[in-house]
């Protein structure tokens, strides 16, 4: 994005077994993993094949969508092998090939700022706040391409009411790993690290905003975000802020990665919106991934095509101006 790659723009582990990993499926995994290793050593397998076989396991116990899109879904290889998480790379293939040694495990969250209690809650616990649900939305990057995607993940307004905000608290900042040693991408100083993302009080409180722990009923692979990640979906991607280890509850607005890389190019709101395009290219119409060379872009939607839910939100603001 920063760094002017414009590749699109021009033709661009988890924890608690128990909760929610069936063992069974994990050993088969783990069995198939092995195998697959072997495989892939002889040359049987690509390398990403080995890499899948290796991460991917099943998450049980989580309730089937209401929200969905009616779009047909983004192929799993291509969620997870067409990635922005700089931490690992910049180029679409990095995170896939560079996050494959990358432990999710263990992980724990702190809760700051203004709450009744600041305290760090583990994963396995902030699985407990609310059952995990399918959500099925769409997802569009501010470069100019879009998928469809089916979440697993709880309501974030779930967790907030557990985290007891004070009356103080107008905004809600995500801060994310910082670790160097394990992400590769990050000895680079491309960004500000750690890449940190945020959103208004009612913007989290959304029902659409969700904690993602999963996609396609399995865990959350590495290059998606693990083990836990944002997703606003009617806002550009770069906002759903991947490996999240600090929640903060704010006064004042938090300062973001990316506006802070490109103040002209990125704000603060980032809705998705086809009427204010940016500043090196159109966001009128977008390029849906999983489709041949030859799809016609598509056309982009106001707020993502979540306008219903989601437009009262920013009555009497300028668009333009808080893009
Ligand atoms: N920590 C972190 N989170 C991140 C990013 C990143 O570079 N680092 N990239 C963002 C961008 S630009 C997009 S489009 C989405 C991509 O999510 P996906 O790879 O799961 O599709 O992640 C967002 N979250
Ligand atoms: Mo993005």
Same mark, same amino acid.
């Given at each position: 994005?920063?760094?002017g790659?414009?590749s ?6 988890i924890?608690p077994?128990?909760v929610y ?8 995994a783990?069995g198939f993993?092995?195998?697959a290793?072997?495989?892939?050593g002889?040359?049987l397998?690509?390398?990403h094949a080995w ?7 099943k ?5 089937k969508t ?13 969620? =997870?092998?067409?990635?922005n998480y ?10 896939a090939?560079h996050?494959?040694?990358f432990?999710?495990t ?6 700051e700022?203004?709450?009744?209690n ?5 994963l396995?616990d902030?699985?407990?706040i ?6 099925i939305y769409?997802m ?6 879009s998928?469809v ?10 967790l ?15 801060v994310t ?12 100083p491309i960004?500000?690290?750690?890449y940190?993302?945020g ?6 409180m959304?029902?659409?905003?969700i904690?993602?722990v999963?996609?396609?009923?399995e865990?959350?692979?590495n290059?998606?975000g ?5 997703v606003?979906?009617?806002k550009?991607?770069?906002k759903g802020a991947?490996?999240?280890?600090k929640?903060?509850?704010r006064?004042?607005?938090?300062q973001? =990665? ?5 103040p002209r190019e990125y ?11 940016h500043?090196?290219?159109t ?6 991934i999983?489709?041949?060379?030859f799809s016609?872009?598509i056309?982009?939607?106001m ?6 839910q ?10 333009r101006k808080n893009?």
């Open positions: 994005m920063l760094i790659k414009q699109d723009i021009t033709p661009s582990e924890t077994q128990s990993q069936d063992r069974r499926q994990f050993i088969k783990a993993g092995l195998l290793t072997a495989a892939a002889y040359g397998l690509p390398r890499a899948a076989a290796e991460q991917r396991k998450i049980t116990g989580f309730t209401a929200y969905g899109a009616d779009e047909k879904l983004t192929p799993y290889d291509d969620v =997870t092998t067409y990635n700089y931490e690992f790379g910049t180029s679409k293939s990095d995170p090939e996050s494959k040694l432990k999710p263990p992980w724990s969250v702190a809760i700022g203004e709450v009744k600041p305290r760090t809650v583990n396995e902030i699985l407990k609310a059952p995990l649900e399918e959500r769409r569009r990057c501010v470069e100019g391409w998928m995607i089916p979440w697993v993940g709880l309501p974030l307004a779930q907030i009411k557990w985290a007891e905000p004070t009356a103080n608290a107008k905004f809600v900042e995500f790993l910082d670790d160097s040693l394990r992400m590769p991408g990050a000895r680079v960004l500000d690290w750690p940190t993302e959103l208004r009080m009612d913007e989290a959304n029902p659409l905003t904690l993602a999963g996609l396609y009923g865990v959350l692979p290059q998606n693990a083990p836990l990640r944002l606003v979906p009617w550009y991607g770069f991947k490996a999240i280890v929640i903060r509850f006064e004042t607005m938090p973001t =990665t990316w506006v802070k890389a490109g704000g603060f709101y980032a809705n998705v919106n086809p009427t204010v395009d500043p090196r290219w966001q009128a119409s977008e390029r849906r999983g489709g041949s060379v016609p872009r056309k982009t939607q707020f993502n095509g979540y306008a219903e989601v437009a009262h939100l920013y009555s009497g603001m300028d668009l893009f």
